[in-house]
Protein backbone atom coordinates (compact mmCIF):
# COMPACT_ATOMS: atom_id res chain seq x y z
CA UNK A 1 0.00 0.00 0.00
CA UNK A 2 1.21 3.74 -1.06
CA UNK A 3 2.80 6.14 1.79
CA UNK A 4 0.25 7.91 3.41
CA UNK A 5 0.45 11.49 4.00
CA UNK A 6 -0.52 13.16 7.45
CA UNK A 7 -1.26 16.44 9.41
CA UNK A 8 -1.21 15.57 13.52
CA UNK A 9 -3.34 18.50 14.84
CA UNK A 10 -2.64 18.60 18.68
CA UNK A 11 0.57 16.82 17.92
CA UNK A 12 1.78 17.96 21.40
CA UNK A 13 -0.66 16.50 23.10
CA UNK A 14 -1.10 13.27 24.42
CA UNK A 15 -3.03 11.56 21.34
CA UNK A 16 -0.77 13.82 19.44
CA UNK A 17 2.50 12.61 20.52
CA UNK A 18 1.33 8.43 20.51
CA UNK A 19 0.15 9.40 17.27
CA UNK A 20 4.02 10.42 16.31
CA UNK A 21 5.38 7.30 18.16
CA UNK A 22 3.05 5.01 15.74
CA UNK A 23 4.10 6.88 12.95
CA UNK A 24 7.86 6.43 13.99
CA UNK A 25 7.17 2.44 13.93
CA UNK A 26 5.83 2.78 10.38
CA UNK A 27 7.73 5.30 8.58
CA UNK A 28 7.67 3.11 5.06
CA UNK A 29 3.79 3.78 5.70
CA UNK A 30 3.00 7.06 6.78
CA UNK A 31 4.51 10.09 5.83
CA UNK A 32 4.39 13.38 8.87
CA UNK A 33 4.09 16.38 6.70
CA UNK A 34 2.30 19.21 9.28
CA UNK A 35 2.18 19.45 12.99
CA UNK A 36 -0.31 22.04 14.76
CA UNK A 37 -0.49 22.64 18.22
CA UNK A 38 -2.28 25.63 20.66
CA UNK A 39 0.85 27.55 22.26
CA UNK A 40 3.51 25.04 23.12
CA UNK A 41 6.01 26.68 20.08
CA UNK A 42 9.32 24.77 21.73
CA UNK A 43 7.54 21.54 21.65
CA UNK A 44 6.12 21.67 18.08
CA UNK A 45 9.35 23.03 16.52
CA UNK A 46 11.32 19.83 18.07
CA UNK A 47 8.72 17.76 16.95
CA UNK A 48 8.80 19.40 13.55
CA UNK A 49 12.95 19.26 13.10
CA UNK A 50 12.55 15.45 14.33
CA UNK A 51 9.91 14.78 11.50
CA UNK A 52 11.59 17.18 8.57
CA UNK A 53 7.88 18.42 8.76
CA UNK A 54 7.98 22.09 7.02
CA UNK A 55 4.71 24.01 8.12
CA UNK A 56 2.75 23.44 11.47
CA UNK A 57 -0.02 26.07 12.89
CA UNK A 58 0.00 27.51 16.39
CA UNK A 59 -3.25 28.90 17.27
CA UNK A 60 -1.77 31.34 19.61
CA UNK A 61 -0.67 34.39 17.46
CA UNK A 62 2.30 35.52 19.86
CA UNK A 63 3.69 31.97 19.81
CA UNK A 64 3.17 31.79 15.99
CA UNK A 65 4.93 35.09 15.00
CA UNK A 66 8.18 34.28 17.66
CA UNK A 67 8.51 30.54 16.04
CA UNK A 68 8.42 31.98 12.45
CA UNK A 69 10.97 34.73 13.51
CA UNK A 70 13.11 32.37 15.37
CA UNK A 71 12.78 29.24 12.69
CA UNK A 72 12.70 28.47 9.05
CA UNK A 73 9.85 26.81 9.58
CA UNK A 74 6.52 28.15 7.65
CA UNK A 75 3.85 29.07 10.79
CA UNK A 76 0.43 29.61 10.13
CA UNK A 77 -1.11 31.54 12.82
CA UNK A 78 -4.07 31.63 14.86
CA UNK A 79 -7.21 29.71 14.93
CA UNK A 80 -7.47 29.67 11.15
CA UNK A 81 -4.28 28.99 10.78
CA UNK A 82 -4.79 25.01 11.41
CA UNK A 83 -7.18 25.46 8.34
CA UNK A 84 -4.99 26.86 6.14
CA UNK A 85 -2.24 24.07 7.49
CA UNK A 86 -4.77 21.40 6.29
CA UNK A 87 -6.02 22.98 3.03
CA UNK A 88 -2.66 23.74 1.67
CA UNK A 89 -1.02 20.61 2.40
CA UNK A 90 -4.53 18.37 1.22
CA UNK A 91 -3.08 15.21 2.87
CA UNK A 92 -4.66 11.66 2.98
CA UNK A 93 -5.05 11.95 6.56
CA UNK A 94 -5.76 15.11 9.20
CA UNK A 95 -5.21 13.62 12.77
CA UNK A 96 -7.87 15.95 14.83
CA UNK A 97 -6.60 15.34 18.09
CA UNK A 98 -6.93 19.07 20.01
CA UNK A 99 -8.72 19.09 22.63
CA UNK A 100 -12.34 20.75 23.13
CA UNK A 101 -15.19 22.48 20.57
CA UNK A 102 -11.95 24.81 19.22
CA UNK A 103 -11.01 21.78 16.88
CA UNK A 104 -14.49 21.71 14.83
CA UNK A 105 -13.47 24.68 12.12
CA UNK A 106 -10.20 22.55 11.62
CA UNK A 107 -11.66 18.96 11.16
CA UNK A 108 -14.93 21.00 8.60
CA UNK A 109 -11.61 22.10 6.18
CA UNK A 110 -9.82 18.92 6.44
CA UNK A 111 -13.11 16.77 5.20
CA UNK A 112 -13.84 19.88 2.49
CA UNK A 113 -9.90 19.35 1.20
CA UNK A 114 -11.14 15.87 0.85
CA UNK A 115 -8.84 14.46 3.51
CA UNK A 116 -9.75 11.78 5.63
CA UNK A 117 -9.91 12.58 9.22
CA UNK A 118 -8.53 10.62 12.19
CA UNK A 119 -11.34 11.93 14.88
CA UNK A 120 -9.52 11.86 18.87
CA UNK A 121 -11.17 15.31 18.91
CA UNK A 122 -15.11 14.44 20.49
CA UNK A 123 -16.05 17.96 21.30
CA UNK A 124 -17.11 19.13 18.04
CA UNK A 125 -19.12 16.21 17.31
CA UNK A 126 -20.88 16.74 20.38
CA UNK A 127 -20.96 20.23 19.12
CA UNK A 128 -22.05 19.93 15.59
CA UNK A 129 -22.16 16.13 14.66
CA UNK A 130 -24.84 16.74 11.67
CA UNK A 131 -21.99 19.42 10.58
CA UNK A 132 -19.64 17.22 10.71
CA UNK A 133 -21.10 13.89 9.35
CA UNK A 134 -22.76 16.14 6.27
CA UNK A 135 -19.68 17.70 5.24
CA UNK A 136 -17.59 13.87 5.31
CA UNK A 137 -20.61 12.66 2.64
CA UNK A 138 -20.81 15.63 0.79
CA UNK A 139 -17.36 15.82 -0.05
CA UNK A 140 -16.54 12.14 -0.07
CA UNK A 141 -14.13 11.89 2.90
CA UNK A 142 -13.83 9.29 5.92
CA UNK A 143 -14.23 10.02 9.70
CA UNK A 144 -12.09 7.32 11.22
CA UNK A 145 -12.53 7.03 15.25
CA UNK A 146 -9.81 7.34 17.54
CA UNK A 147 -11.39 7.22 21.09
CA UNK A 148 -10.67 3.57 21.89
CA UNK A 149 -14.73 2.49 22.81
CA UNK A 150 -15.86 4.22 19.39
CA UNK A 151 -12.84 2.34 17.47
CA UNK A 152 -14.28 -0.73 19.37
CA UNK A 153 -18.17 -0.39 18.25
CA UNK A 154 -16.44 0.50 15.09
CA UNK A 155 -14.23 -2.56 14.59
CA UNK A 156 -17.25 -4.73 15.68
CA UNK A 157 -19.52 -3.05 12.98
CA UNK A 158 -16.91 -3.82 10.17
CA UNK A 159 -18.54 -6.54 7.84
CA UNK A 160 -22.00 -5.78 9.46
CA UNK A 161 -25.45 -4.75 8.34
CA UNK A 162 -26.25 -1.40 10.37
CA UNK A 163 -30.02 -2.70 10.65
CA UNK A 164 -29.47 -5.78 12.50
CA UNK A 165 -28.29 -3.84 15.30
CA UNK A 166 -30.32 -4.03 18.52
CA UNK A 167 -28.28 -1.82 20.82
CA UNK A 168 -24.09 -0.52 21.24
CA UNK A 169 -22.93 -1.51 24.69
CA UNK A 170 -20.72 1.39 25.69
CA UNK A 171 -18.06 0.30 28.64
CA UNK A 172 -16.89 3.49 31.21
CA UNK A 173 -14.30 2.84 33.31
CA UNK A 174 -16.09 4.78 36.44
CA UNK A 175 -13.03 6.59 36.99
CA UNK A 176 -11.40 7.27 39.68
CA UNK A 177 -14.40 8.60 42.22
CA UNK A 178 -17.05 5.17 41.29
CA UNK A 179 -17.48 4.24 44.31
CA UNK A 180 -17.10 7.54 46.64
CA UNK A 181 -20.12 9.04 48.33
CA UNK A 182 -21.66 12.15 47.62
CA UNK A 183 -20.43 13.73 50.22
CA UNK A 184 -17.26 12.75 49.48
CA UNK A 185 -17.20 13.71 46.17
CA UNK A 186 -18.11 17.48 46.88
CA UNK A 187 -14.53 17.12 48.08
CA UNK A 188 -12.99 16.33 45.41
CA UNK A 189 -9.67 17.66 44.38
CA UNK A 190 -8.08 18.28 40.86
CA UNK A 191 -4.75 16.32 41.53
CA UNK A 192 -7.35 13.57 42.36
CA UNK A 193 -9.53 14.07 39.27
CA UNK A 194 -6.32 14.24 37.37
CA UNK A 195 -4.79 11.05 38.45
CA UNK A 196 -7.29 8.17 36.07
CA UNK A 197 -6.87 4.96 37.09
CA UNK A 198 -6.61 2.99 33.63
CA UNK A 199 -5.72 6.17 30.75
CA UNK A 200 -3.12 8.77 31.35
CA UNK A 201 -5.14 11.70 29.16
CA UNK A 202 -4.93 15.47 28.85
CA UNK A 203 -6.59 17.33 31.83
CA UNK A 204 -9.81 17.96 30.07
CA UNK A 205 -10.93 14.65 28.90
CA UNK A 206 -9.43 13.06 32.36
CA UNK A 207 -11.93 15.29 34.35
CA UNK A 208 -14.94 14.23 32.05
CA UNK A 209 -14.33 10.94 32.45
CA UNK A 210 -14.50 11.53 36.54
CA UNK A 211 -17.40 13.27 35.56
CA UNK A 212 -18.82 10.63 33.06
CA UNK A 213 -19.23 13.79 31.04
CA UNK A 214 -16.69 11.79 28.60
CA UNK A 215 -19.28 8.53 28.42
CA UNK A 216 -21.91 11.53 27.88
CA UNK A 217 -20.22 12.50 24.74
CA UNK A 218 -18.98 9.49 23.80
CA UNK A 219 -22.71 8.73 22.81
CA UNK A 220 -22.85 11.93 20.55
CA UNK A 221 -19.65 10.01 18.73
CA UNK A 222 -21.45 7.14 18.06
CA UNK A 223 -24.86 8.55 17.55
CA UNK A 224 -23.05 10.48 14.83
CA UNK A 225 -20.18 8.08 13.40
CA UNK A 226 -22.98 5.22 13.03
CA UNK A 227 -26.15 6.67 12.56
CA UNK A 228 -27.87 5.43 16.04
CA UNK A 229 -30.29 6.91 18.36
CA UNK A 230 -29.27 7.91 21.42
CA UNK A 231 -31.16 5.45 23.25
CA UNK A 232 -29.77 2.33 20.89
CA UNK A 233 -26.71 2.94 23.08
CA UNK A 234 -26.65 1.78 26.56
CA UNK A 235 -23.74 2.91 28.90
CA UNK A 236 -22.21 -0.16 31.36
CA UNK A 237 -19.58 0.26 34.35
CA UNK A 238 -16.66 -1.99 33.76
CA UNK A 239 -13.71 -0.99 35.79
CA UNK A 240 -10.73 -3.00 34.43
CA UNK A 241 -10.96 -1.27 30.74
CA UNK A 242 -10.37 -4.79 29.28
CA UNK A 243 -13.49 -4.80 26.80
CA UNK A 244 -13.70 -1.47 25.13
CA UNK A 245 -16.94 -1.51 24.09
CA UNK A 246 -19.55 -3.95 22.30
CA UNK A 247 -22.37 -4.06 20.11
CA UNK A 248 -25.77 -6.25 20.56
CA UNK A 249 -27.17 -7.76 17.47
CA UNK A 250 -31.14 -8.52 17.11
CA UNK A 251 -30.21 -11.89 17.18
CA UNK A 252 -29.10 -11.63 21.12
CA UNK A 253 -25.27 -12.11 19.62
CA UNK A 254 -23.29 -9.85 21.25
CA UNK A 255 -19.51 -8.62 19.62
CA UNK A 256 -16.86 -6.68 22.11
CA UNK A 257 -13.41 -5.44 21.37
CA UNK A 258 -11.35 -6.41 23.79
CA UNK A 259 -7.48 -5.37 24.61
CA UNK A 260 -5.22 -3.68 26.99
CA UNK A 261 -6.04 0.08 28.25
CA UNK A 262 -3.25 1.54 25.48
CA UNK A 263 -4.49 4.19 22.70
CA UNK A 264 -1.90 3.39 20.66
CA UNK A 265 -3.77 0.49 19.37
CA UNK A 266 -7.12 2.04 18.44
CA UNK A 267 -5.15 5.44 16.85
CA UNK A 268 -3.03 2.84 14.90
CA UNK A 269 -5.71 1.53 13.62
CA UNK A 270 -7.41 4.65 12.24
CA UNK A 271 -3.85 5.13 10.40
CA UNK A 272 -3.76 1.43 9.67
CA UNK A 273 -7.68 1.48 8.09
CA UNK A 274 -8.72 -0.56 6.33
CA UNK A 275 -5.40 -3.07 6.75
CA UNK A 276 -4.34 -4.09 10.27
CA UNK A 277 -0.58 -3.40 11.37
CA UNK A 278 1.59 -5.66 13.41
CA UNK A 279 2.94 -3.06 16.51
CA UNK A 280 5.00 -4.16 19.62
CA UNK A 281 2.28 -2.90 22.25
CA UNK A 282 2.41 -5.63 25.09
CA UNK A 283 -0.48 -8.08 25.02
CA UNK A 284 -3.13 -9.06 26.91
CA UNK A 285 -2.72 -12.44 28.82
CA UNK A 286 -6.19 -13.18 29.03
CA UNK A 287 -5.68 -16.33 31.54
CA UNK A 288 -3.89 -14.20 34.00
CA UNK A 289 -7.42 -12.15 33.83
CA UNK A 290 -9.17 -12.63 37.08
CA UNK A 291 -12.46 -11.38 36.64
CA UNK A 292 -14.50 -8.55 34.52
CA UNK A 293 -16.71 -6.79 36.29
CA UNK A 294 -19.69 -5.10 34.89
CA UNK A 295 -22.70 -2.65 36.49
CA UNK A 296 -24.78 0.00 35.56
CA UNK A 297 -23.80 3.98 36.26
CA UNK A 298 -25.30 5.69 38.85
CA UNK A 299 -26.91 8.60 37.71
CA UNK A 300 -27.52 10.43 41.03
CA UNK A 301 -23.98 10.48 41.73
CA UNK A 302 -22.67 11.06 38.07
CA UNK A 303 -25.88 14.02 36.40
CA UNK A 304 -23.19 14.63 33.62
CA UNK A 305 -24.81 11.15 31.68
CA UNK A 306 -27.79 12.21 31.92
CA UNK A 307 -27.63 15.96 31.44
CA UNK A 308 -25.71 14.94 28.14
CA UNK A 309 -28.50 12.35 26.76
CA UNK A 310 -31.28 15.08 27.57
CA UNK A 311 -29.19 17.58 25.70
CA UNK A 312 -28.37 15.20 22.59
CA UNK A 313 -32.18 14.34 22.40
CA UNK A 314 -33.16 17.97 22.44
CA UNK A 315 -30.29 18.58 20.17
CA UNK A 316 -30.02 22.09 18.04
CA UNK A 317 -27.87 24.13 20.19
CA UNK A 318 -28.36 22.15 23.44
CA UNK A 319 -25.34 20.16 23.24
CA UNK A 320 -23.07 22.60 21.39
CA UNK A 321 -23.98 25.05 25.13
CA UNK A 322 -23.57 21.63 26.95
CA UNK A 323 -20.19 20.78 25.68
CA UNK A 324 -18.65 25.08 25.94
CA UNK A 325 -20.25 25.01 29.36
CA UNK A 326 -18.29 22.13 30.25
CA UNK A 327 -14.99 23.24 29.27
CA UNK A 328 -15.42 26.46 31.59
CA UNK A 329 -16.55 24.42 34.26
CA UNK A 330 -13.95 21.95 34.01
CA UNK A 331 -11.43 24.79 33.70
CA UNK A 332 -12.46 26.50 36.48
CA UNK A 333 -12.41 23.34 39.06
CA UNK A 334 -8.65 22.84 37.99
CA UNK A 335 -8.39 26.39 38.69
CA UNK A 336 -9.70 25.58 42.19
CA UNK A 337 -12.80 27.90 41.42
CA UNK A 338 -15.47 25.34 41.71
CA UNK A 339 -16.09 22.26 43.59
CA UNK A 340 -16.54 19.14 41.53
CA UNK A 341 -19.82 18.25 42.47
CA UNK A 342 -21.01 22.27 40.79
CA UNK A 343 -19.64 20.49 37.26
CA UNK A 344 -22.98 19.28 36.80
CA UNK A 345 -25.15 21.75 38.46
CA UNK A 346 -23.30 24.55 36.47
CA UNK A 347 -24.33 22.63 33.63
CA UNK A 348 -27.80 21.74 34.40
CA UNK A 349 -28.58 25.95 34.54
CA UNK A 350 -26.74 26.98 31.50
CA UNK A 351 -29.12 24.23 29.89
CA UNK A 352 -32.05 25.49 31.81
CA UNK A 353 -31.51 29.02 30.95
CA UNK A 354 -30.90 28.50 27.17
CA UNK A 355 -33.34 28.96 24.63
CA UNK A 356 -32.03 26.80 21.84
CA UNK A 357 -32.08 27.15 18.30
CA UNK A 358 -31.22 25.56 15.36
CA UNK A 359 -27.55 24.82 14.19
CA UNK A 360 -27.09 24.57 10.51
CA UNK A 361 -23.57 26.28 9.91
CA UNK A 362 -20.59 26.65 11.62
CA UNK A 363 -21.58 30.59 12.85
CA UNK A 364 -24.50 28.92 14.49
CA UNK A 365 -22.60 26.68 16.26
CA UNK A 366 -19.93 28.94 17.26
CA UNK A 367 -22.90 31.48 18.25
CA UNK A 368 -24.20 28.75 20.44
CA UNK A 369 -20.87 28.04 21.96
CA UNK A 370 -20.12 31.51 22.89
CA UNK A 371 -23.40 31.50 25.05
CA UNK A 372 -22.88 28.43 26.66
CA UNK A 373 -18.83 29.97 27.40
CA UNK A 374 -20.26 33.30 28.82
CA UNK A 375 -23.42 31.88 30.44
CA UNK A 376 -20.64 29.31 32.11
CA UNK A 377 -18.65 31.84 33.43
CA UNK A 378 -21.53 33.82 34.99
CA UNK A 379 -22.52 30.98 36.75
CA UNK A 380 -18.91 30.38 37.84
CA UNK A 381 -18.57 33.44 39.46
CA UNK A 382 -21.81 32.84 41.36
CA UNK A 383 -21.46 29.30 42.34
CA UNK A 384 -17.91 29.59 43.20
P1 LIG B 1 -4.08 17.18 25.51
O1 LIG B 1 -4.54 18.23 26.44
O2 LIG B 1 -3.03 16.23 25.98
O3 LIG B 1 -3.55 17.84 24.16
C1 LIG B 1 -4.29 18.81 23.47
C2 LIG B 1 -3.57 19.21 22.22
O4 LIG B 1 -4.37 20.18 21.55
C3 LIG B 1 -2.22 19.88 22.45
O5 LIG B 1 -1.38 19.63 21.35
C4 LIG B 1 -2.59 21.36 22.50
O6 LIG B 1 -1.51 22.22 22.19
C5 LIG B 1 -3.65 21.40 21.41
N1 LIG B 1 -4.60 22.48 21.53
C6 LIG B 1 -5.36 22.77 22.62
N2 LIG B 1 -6.18 23.82 22.34
C7 LIG B 1 -5.92 24.18 21.06
C8 LIG B 1 -6.42 25.18 20.19
N3 LIG B 1 -7.36 26.04 20.58
N4 LIG B 1 -5.93 25.25 18.93
C9 LIG B 1 -4.98 24.39 18.52
N5 LIG B 1 -4.46 23.41 19.30
C10 LIG B 1 -4.93 23.32 20.55
O7 LIG B 1 -5.39 16.39 25.06
P2 LIG B 1 -5.55 14.86 24.65
O8 LIG B 1 -4.51 14.49 23.64
O9 LIG B 1 -5.71 14.03 25.85
O10 LIG B 1 -6.98 14.87 23.95
C11 LIG B 1 -7.20 15.43 22.67
C12 LIG B 1 -8.62 15.10 22.22
O11 LIG B 1 -8.73 13.68 22.08
C13 LIG B 1 -9.71 15.53 23.21
O12 LIG B 1 -10.84 15.97 22.52
C14 LIG B 1 -10.01 14.24 23.98
O13 LIG B 1 -11.33 14.20 24.45
C15 LIG B 1 -9.79 13.20 22.91
N6 LIG B 1 -9.40 11.89 23.43
C16 LIG B 1 -8.26 11.72 24.16
C17 LIG B 1 -7.89 10.49 24.65
C18 LIG B 1 -6.60 10.27 25.37
O14 LIG B 1 -6.27 9.12 25.71
N7 LIG B 1 -5.80 11.30 25.64
C19 LIG B 1 -8.74 9.31 24.43
C20 LIG B 1 -9.89 9.58 23.59
C21 LIG B 1 -10.22 10.82 23.14
P3 LIG B 1 -0.52 22.83 23.33
O15 LIG B 1 0.36 21.70 23.75
O16 LIG B 1 0.19 23.90 22.63
O17 LIG B 1 -1.43 23.31 24.43
Sequence with gaps: MAEKTLVILGSTGSIGRQTLEIAASHRDRLRVVGLAAGRNAAGLQAQAEEWGVAQV??????????LGQSSDLRVHSGADGLCSLVRELRVDLVVAAISGGA????????????????????????????????AAARFGAQLLPIDSEISAVWQCLRGENRREVEKVLLTASGGPFASWDAAKLAHVTPEQALAHPTWRMGPKVTVDSATLMNKGFEIFEIKWLFGLEFREIEVMIHHQSVIHSGVQFRDGSVLAQMGRPDMRVAIQFALSYPE????????????????????????????????????????????????????????????GRLRFTDIPRLLE?????????????LAEVQRAEQWGREQGGHLVSTMG
Excluded at 116 to 122: G, Q
Excluded at 349 to 361: D, I, K, M, V
Design 349 to 361: RTLEAHEHFPLTS
Design 57 to 66: ALADEAAATQ
Design 103 to 134: GLASILAALETGSNVALANKEPLVAAGNLVTQ
Design 276 to 335: RWENDVPRMDLPTLEQLTFGRPDATRFPCLRLAREAGEAGGSYPAVLSAADEVAVEAFLQ
